[in-house]
């Protein structure tokens, strides 16, 4: 395989994948130890479903911050 | 809703019971213990406890029969049934079913009995004893049984006999005969070695002999526990028409002889707390006091939206039950509302806001017409088949979410299965578009005019573009629902509560929004600060008066709730984002079939262009990877399908319960839910009536 382009974009493809990469990880520790009491809750009771889905998917915005800084750093730098 | 109270007789309460049914607009306040002084609970009617007593023989014998809810039966006359209640044959019924099922018990356990006898034959069958050989002896003792090792060595010492049968697969058997005063000290050898006893059947003759008798009775038992079973289906098949129906008479019977306790009782009469819909009050009270004699209906209050009169109001009279007032097709995505919680009575309801939103986010994710067909045609087979509510809910939402899929996946995208119908110079080097696959040159032509960008919007290309565009239907949506917030706090306290409160907030957002605006056009697209700085000071603007109006509400907390609206408004680049992916996604899959199907060599060392891919594909002649590359296409494009389900369908509803909801809705609220006679299995005779007129 041979490599192309300069070592800035490889550098900032790098740093895009880590923007997305890393917050996916705090994300996901985040939604797991929520999404395990959410679950513990609806099996209690079920009506609780939409509001724990609520909780559970709060974290899931660092993602999406992640996401932008990746598309900013790739597209815009 | 208004809230009546309803005076009455005692005498008359079964007449009464039947007319708040008939009026099937009566929401009843359950009376508490104490509420009024002299008021106690009452009983249930006297028919009651029987009518309970056979629901729970209906219920018992349809478990046992196996009659679930998905057996079809026909309705019957409501008159009828009750006839047949009332002349005991509920209980001539259980009779007959008992009857047979305890036969059914009884052949059940004599099979498992037989079975342990011949587990038992099959081992003693080994040793060379007819099985009356084994008691009847005065100083002597026989011990049989299965042990783990041999104990013949061990018990060498002591004058008995022994009869072994050592076989590794079926188990080691032993016999030993000894004498009795030797008992103790046998019993701990064997044990020792692990024996475990084998109880000796009361037969005579060898084991093999007894085993045949044994097997000889076993076929015997099964072909008569298969005709019972038989029966059992004959029993089914001749009463569930009955047992359904009178499950359901029966049931309405238990609900009308529990009102009493819910209602409150003095010595003479009876007193009931209700809530029906204001515009029926009238109708309701004309109709009761009509059917009932020496019954007094009076409206005590109209309730209103603002939140002093429930201030006012007695404890157990604050919570208005809610009625959703929406169409057919916003009722179904009241299941998503309820999912939170039903609105107050002095909530907007917001179903017909998800209504919306959710399946045009749904199909903006999507945005393919090949993967929008399967879901429009899913959501209408879904519709057809389907009545349990949670499954026509998400049936509806992906029936809207597929059409809304194919509106954008044809005029916005312009792309079906992973590629753009129209070949454009914006065309990454691996995509293919169905004009060059498929030798389409007419294609252009048609669509000409109708998409953007040429081709169609590319999500992998035009990624700036979109990210805008979600951010902007996020500002739209968001203020949306700032404005039910505002709407809320308008309707419970008033203007002017309502624009200290929530306008602060719309005027904050705008301003967020704004001074964002500015410093994105500023710091990454480089505008001069001329241009821009209307936008930023107008922002400041609104932003400092925000947290002078809130800061008198909420305190410190209106500044640190600031940086969220941004977080809100990002949250919608979601929209992009899972569009983004499942193109990519779709590119990398339609770039590996297809180079299977047409031969060419696609491993990541050598990429070869469309050009390479399409000649190769079209001059391609018919063979046995092409079967396999379409096999691979189909199965990757369903994975893909399958997943857009997921993470389209959770991200669009999480976009309405979080970012939208959470604006405006608390959700504490209870749902109308009159008193009101549900009738499947059975046939009122009303409804007879009129039928037959």
Request: net charge negative.
């Amino acid at each position: 395989m041979v490599l192309e382009g300069d070592v800035g974009s490889g550098l900032i493809a790098i740093g895009a994948g880590l923007a997305v990469g890393l917050t996916g990880l705090g994300a996901g520790m985040a939604e797991g130890d929520v999404g395990a009491a959410a679950v513990g809750a609806i099996t209690e009771d079920m009506s609780l479903f939409g509001k724990s889905m609520i909780f559970v998917v709060l974290p899931e915005t660092i993602v999406i911050f992640g996401l932008v800084i990746a598309i900013i750093s790739i597209f815009v730098m | 809703m208004s809230r009546i109270v309803i005076v009455g007789t005692k005498s008359h309460m079964d007449e009464a019971i039947e007319a708040l049914y008939s009026a099937e607009a009566i929401h009843l306040i359950d009376h508490t213990v104490d509420a009024d002084e002299g008021f106690t609970l009452g009983t249930p009617r006297p028919y009651s406890p029987k009518a309970s007593e056979r629901l729970l023989k209906v219920r018992a014998m349809e478990k046992e029969l196996g009659i679930t809810n998905s057996v079809k039966t026909d309705a019957v006359p409501e008159d009828e049934i009750k006839s047949q209640i009332s002349s005991d044959s509920v209980e001539l019924v259980e009779k007959e079913v008992t009857s047979v099922l305890d036969k059914r018990n009884d052949l059940n356990q004599r099979i498992t009995e037989l079975n342990a006898t011949k587990k038992n034959l099959e081992l003693l069958s080994d040793i060379p004893v007819d099985l009356e050989l084994y008691s009847g002896y005065k100083s002597i003792f026989s011990m049989v049984g299965t042990v783990v090792d041999d104990p013949t060595a061990a018990l060498s010492g002591i004058d008995c006999e022994i009869f072994s049968s050592l076989n590794k697969k079926k188990g080691n058997v032993v016999a030993v005969f000894a004498k009795d005063a030797d008992k103790e000290k046998v019993q701990a050898i064997l044990s020792d070695n692990g024996f475990s006893e084998i109880p000796v059947p009361k037969e005579t003759g060898s084991a093999a002999s007894a085993l045949a008798r044994t097997d000889v009775e076993l076929t015997a038992v099964s072909n008569e526990l298969e005709n019972v079973n038989k029966e059992i289906e004959n029993l089914l098949e001749k009463h569930k028409t009955f047992l359904k129906a009178s499950d359901e008479e029966l049931s309405i019977e238990v609900q009308k002889g529990e009102i009493p306790v819910r209602v409150a009782n003095s010595e003479y009469t009876f007193v009931i707390d209700a809530w029906v819909p204001a515009k029926k009050a009238d109708s309701v009270k004309a109709e009761i006091e009509s059917k009932v004699s020496g019954t007094y209906v009076e409206v005590q209050e109209t309730r209103g939206r603002n939140l002093h009169e429930v201030e006012e109001a007695e404890e157990r009279f604050k919570t208005t039950p809610s009625k959703f007032k929406n169409g057919k097709i916003v009722e179904e995505f009241q299941y998503c509302t309820k999912l939170v919680g039903v609105p107050a009575y002095q909530e907007v309801d917001p179903s017909i806001l998800i209504a919306i939103f959710l399946p045009m986010f749904f199909g903006l994710m999507v945005g393919d017409v090949g993967y929008a067909i399967p879901f429009i045609i899913i959501g209408a087979y879904g519709l057809k088949v389907t009545r349990h509510k949670d499954w026509r809910a998400i049936a509806t939402a992906l029936f809207f979410g597929g059409i809304w899929a194919f509106i954008f996946g044809f005029f916005f995208f312009g792309e079906c299965l992973g590629m753009h119908f129209v070949t454009s110079s914006h065309m990454l080097d691996v995509e293919f578009s169905w004009e060059m696959l498929l030798g389409l040159h007419g294609l252009p032509e048609i669509f000409n005019g109708i998409l953007p960008y040429e081709a169609g919007v590319g999500k992998l290309f035009h990624v700036g573009f979109l990210l805008k565009l979600s951010v902007y239907i996020g500002i739209v949506h968001l203020l949306i629902g700032y404005l039910c917030g505002f709407y809320n706090k308008y309707i419970q306290h008033g203007f002017k509560h309502a624009f200290m409160e929530k306008g602060s907030w719309i005027m904050g957002f705008i301003g967020v929004v704004l001074a964002c605006y500015a410093l994105t056009e500023l710091l990454i697209y480089g505008t001069p600060m001329d241009d821009i700085i209307i936008f930023l000071g107008l922002g400041i603007v609104l932003i400092v008066l925000e947290i002078v109006m809130n800061i008198k509400h909420e305190g410190i907390q209106a500044i640190l709730e600031l940086p969220g609206i941004m977080g809100n408004v990002l949250s919608y680049t979601r929209l992009a984002a899972i569009g983004m992916s499942k193109a990519g996604m779709a590119l990398a899959f339609n770039y590996i079939a297809l180079g299977m199907i047409a031969g060419v060599d696609i491993t990541p060392a050598v990429v070869v262009g469309h050009e390479v891919v399409v000649d190769a594909f079209i001059t391609n002649t018919f063979n046995f990877m092409d079967i396999l590359g379409l096999v691979v296409f189909a199965f990757l494009h369903l994975v893909i399908w399958t997943l857009a389900i997921l993470s389209a369908g959770l991200h669009g509803l999480r976009l309405q319960m979080v970012e939208l909801m959470g604006k405006f809705f608390e959700g504490s609220g209870v749902e109308y839910n009159p008193l009101k006679i549900k009738r499947e299995k059975t046939v009122s005779s009303k409804a007879k009536a009129t039928k037959e007129v």
